[in-house]
C-alpha cells in the first residue's frame, strides 16, 4: 500500500521541530546561531561575515561560528558583548512579545548591542523608534526567553 504525503502529513511532522525551535534561547538553525555568521564580525568588520566550521563554540545551547581564531577568543571572554540581544530573534516582534526568526542582513548596532530583525520591511519599522522597541523588548525578553 502506498503512502500518500499530504501538506497535513508534512505539517504534523515538522510542526514540532518548529516548536523546538522557537523555544531555544538563542535563534539557531542547521548552520548555528545567527545562520552561521561570526557575531564578533559585526562589530570588528562593521559588516555580517560568515562564521567557518574550523572555529566554533558551544554557548547557550547553540553552535556558534566565527571567521577567525581571534574573533572566537574574543566571543569566549565576553559571550555577553558580542552576542546579539534577545537571543538574536527579531528584536520588533521581542518588543510585541513573541520569539521571531530573522535575516542576517538586517542587523543594527544600537548603544554597542547587536540586533536582528525578521526581515528589511521589519528592520525599516524598527528603525523609526529603536529606543521605544528596545525598552519593550527588554521588559518581554525575561519571559519570552523561557517559552
Known amino acids: 500500500m502506498k503512502k500518500i504525503i499530504t501538506l497535513t502529513n508534512i505539517f504534523v511532522l515538522f510542526l514540532p ?8 534561547e538563542v535563534f539557531s538553525n542547521e548552520e548555528g546561531a545567527i545562520k552561521g555568521y561570526d557575531p564578533v564580525a559585526f562589530f570588528v568588520e562593521s559588516k555580517a561575515v560568515e562564521g567557518t566550521k574550523a572555529f566554533t563554540y558551544k554557548w547557550k545551547n547553540a553552535t556558534w561560528h566565527f571567521a577567525s581564531k581571534k574573533n572566537k577568543d574574543l566571543f569566549i571572554t565576553n559571550p555577553e558583548k558580542y552576542a546579539p540581544q534577545y537571543g538574536g530573534y527579531c528584536a520588533y516582534g521581542m518588543a ?17 548591542k547587536l540586533y536582528f530583525n525578521y526581515n528589511q520591511q521589519v ?24 517559552d
Request: hydrophobic letters at 30%; proline letters at 6%.
Open 17 to 24: 521541530l518548529c516548536l523546538l525551535a522557537q523555544q531555544s
Open 96 to 112: 510585541d512579545g513573541h520569539k521571531a526568526p530573522t535575516e542576517t542582513n538586517t542587523w543594527t548596532i544600537v548603544d554597542n
Open 123 to 146: 528592520n525599516k519599522e524598527w528603525n523609526k523608534d529603536q529606543p521605544n522597541l528596545i525598552k519593550k523588548a527588554d521588559k518581554q525578553w525575561p519571559t519570552v526567553k523561557k
